[in-house]
T-cell receptor
Framework: GAGVSQSPRYKVTKRGQDVALRCDPISGHVSLYWYRQALGQGPEFLTYFNYEAQQDKSGLPNDRFSAERPEGSISTLTIQRTEQRDSAMYRC??????????????FGQGTRLTVV | DQQVKQNSPSLSVQEGRISILNCDYTNSMFDYFLWYKKYPAEGPTFLISISSIKDKNEDGRFTVFLNKSAKHLSLHIVPSQPGDSAVYFCAASAWGNEKLTFGTGTRLTIIP
């Protein structure tokens, strides 16, 4: 696609429900990143993939958070038993090559999650 | 533990003048630095970057300066234009580590 696409753009869910956030990276991009951004803060790293392999999940806050990218393209970030503190903007980014970050990452518009 | 700090939440600059956005970092392992620009309701977009082997990188109206000894970098925009009004994020990464660490952002407003 032309850019990184995330869906849904907005999600309101009740506390305790599970949510799945989707990221469709730029076609052919190898690396895919998930970030979370609270209001007034910068994006905070959650996890990333090279192809289908999850390389680093050190930023996932707890075991309610998980991510997958089974075919090395679309990725899903799942939050189980959501809590109000999970409310944030969830951003996905993709890069065309692996290796260190000496190339730019392209961000999607994000999914605004609100847990009520 | 905020490893990348942008101490000015906001900055207002007259159109045509120079805008200087500052960023400090604490992790001496960081060796690559980027600036991202963000408009409302959009994702951050890459603006300019610099490797630790350089102290300056210029791209049109945008120049990034890196002072490794002070662990400080700055973004200069000259001349500033109304379309530069946005939130600017400083980000850094360490060799062999693909994740970016972001600052909290500076909202730049260019006054016509």
């Amino acid at each position: 696609g032309a850019g990184v696409s995330q869906s849904p753009r907005y999600k309101v869910t009740k506390r305790g429900q599970d949510v799945a956030l989707r990221c469709d990276p730029i076609s052919g991009h190898v690396s895919l990143y998930w970030y979370r951004q609270a209001l007034g803060q910068g994006p905070e790293f959650l996890t990333y993939f090279n192809y289908e392999a999850q390389q680093d999940k050190s930023g996932l806050p707890n075991d309610r958070f998980s991510a997958e990218r089974p075919e090395g393209s679309i990725s899903t970030l799942t939050i189980q038993r959501t809590e109000q503190r999970d409310s944030a903007m969830y951003r996905c980014a993709s890069r065309s090559v692996t290796g260190t970050m000496n190339t730019e990452a392209f961000f999607g518009q994000g999914t605004r999650l609100t847990v009520v | 533990d905020q490893q990348v700090k942008q101490n000015s939440p906001s900055l207002s600059v007259q159109e045509g003048r120079i805008s200087i956005l500052n960023c400090d970092y604490t992790n001496s392992m960081f060796d690559y630095f980027l600036w991202y620009k963000k408009y409302p309701a959009e994702g951050p977009t890459f603006l300019i970057s610099i490797s630790s082997i350089k102290d300056k990188n210029e791209d049109g109206r945008f120049t990034v300066f890196l002072n490794k000894s002070a662990k400080h970098l700055s973004l200069h925009i000259v001349p500033s234009q109304p379309g530069d009004s946005a939130v600017y994020f400083c980000a850094a990464s360490a060799w062999g580590n693909e994740k970016l660490t972001f600052g909290t952002g500076t909202r730049l407003t260019i006054i016509p």
